[in-house]
């Protein structure tokens, strides 16, 4: 693959939003707050999206749910991730989401986790299209602005309905869909299937965005070249990685890839995200949550174990930052003597 690549993409196009570039971070319940969301847009995001929120909590608009939609400070436009079984209640739910800033209401058809499945929600939903496309319809009815659709393959291998119900998304007025190419039984087990995603850009005309696997910048441009799909989502790998979605939008946009920043520069990062966390949370919610953050921030410094081991034993905020801190005087000074 060379280095520079001529632009290989338009904007995404979902409505009246014209999204450049066409890379959005994928909604990740327990990591993409308000917070992260915010701190990472401006790597180069076209979009972001929330956690999926439980439609039926909706209904009690308790603090933390309400915290989960909130989509203030972040650049538009935003979307807001909804899950749930019940066609009225979803429908609810999407009036209540976009009186609250979401320029986009996106539905989960794609959760494996047993909590939302043993409800029939996420991804258990791809068992029954027919549901598929009720809920679909009665989001599309409640609101008047764009409704988006992320999926999985089907439930099980013997049952892909990706293309089933994208064909019915797009009957319903369903704008983009998105295909994270593994099934439900799979959760996160083997890779995504990218042939898949290229076979249901072309089964529909509703613009597709294909998530699954993509961890490098010249593979993700790749993939979205060969597969032809309209946009790119990408999930775990952007985490501790920011830099990754700005290389993936230099080649988007022809330049070379920039370089990664030096662990030193990693670690200066981390402490502003760290801080953002604790300004916006609090340090009791803080510390706990960003414990996974630094880990992945940390992954690449040679003794990462062993400070990943410390940083978990560590209550207080102004101590973890102590400790990047004087990681990154020592990273520079190696630097320096190398
Ligand atoms: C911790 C975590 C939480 C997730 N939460 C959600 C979610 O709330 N809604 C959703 O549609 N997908 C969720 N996903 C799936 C991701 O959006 C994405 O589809 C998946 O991670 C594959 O993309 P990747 O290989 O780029 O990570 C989650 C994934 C992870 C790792």
Redesign the pocket.
């Known amino acids: 693959m060379s280095a520079v690549m001529p632009p290989v993409a338009s904007p995404l196009v979902i409505g009246p939003h014209r999204i450049w570039p066409p890379v959005i971070l994928?909604?990740?319940?327990?990591?993409t707050n308000r917070t992260m969301r915010a701190l990472y847009k401006p790597f180069g995001l076209g979009l972001t999206v929330t956690?999926?929120v439980s439609s039926c909590a909706l209904q009690y608009g308790n603090r933390r749910t309400m915290e989960m939609i909130d989509q203030h400070g972040i650049e538009k436009p935003v979307s807001t991730?909804l899950w749930g079984d019940d066609p009225g209640v979803m429908a609810r739910a999407a009036k209540v989401v976009r009186e609250c800033g979401a320029d986009i209401v996106d539905i989960?058809f794609?959760?494996p986790a047993p909590k939302v499945t043993k409800t029939q929600g996420g991804s258990a939903c791809l068992k029954d299209v027919d549901r598929c496309e009720a809920i679909m319809r009665a989001v599309v009815a409640a609101v008047d602005c764009p409704v988006t659709m992320?999926m999985r393959l089907g439930w099980s291998e013997d049952n892909l309905v990706y293309i089933r119900v994208a064909k019915r998304a797009q009957s319903a007025g369903v704008k983009a869909v998105t295909l994270?190419a593994r099934t439900a039984r799979q959760f996160?087990k083997g890779s995504?299937d990218w042939e898949h995603i290229a076979a249901l850009k072309r089964a529909v005309d509703i613009p597709v965005i294909g998530?699954?696997?993509?961890?490098e910048a010249h593979l993700a441009v790749d993939r979205m070249r060969r597969s032809g799909v309209d946009g790119i989502?990408?999930?775990?790998?952007t985490l501790g990685n920011p830099w990754l979605i700005s290389q993936i939008v230099d080649l988007l946009e022809g330049r070379d890839a920039r370089p990664l920043p030096t662990q030193a520069d990693r670690l200066a990062y981390a402490i502003v995200h760290y801080r953002a966390m604790v300004d916006e949370w609090g340090e009791a919610r803080a510390v706990p949550q960003m414990r996974r953050h630094l880990a992945l921030y940390l992954r690449a410094i040679p003794d990462a174990a062993v400070l990943r081991e410390r940083i978990m034993r560590i209550e207080r905020a102004d101590a973890v930052i102590s400790l990047l801190n004087a990681t990154i005087e020592r990273l520079r000074c190696e630097a320096l003597a190398a």
Do not use: I, T, W
């Open positions: 994928a909604p990740m319940s327990g990591v956690e999926f991730q989960n794609g959760c992320k994270h996160y995504a998530n699954g696997d993509l961890d989502m990408l999930g775990r790998a």
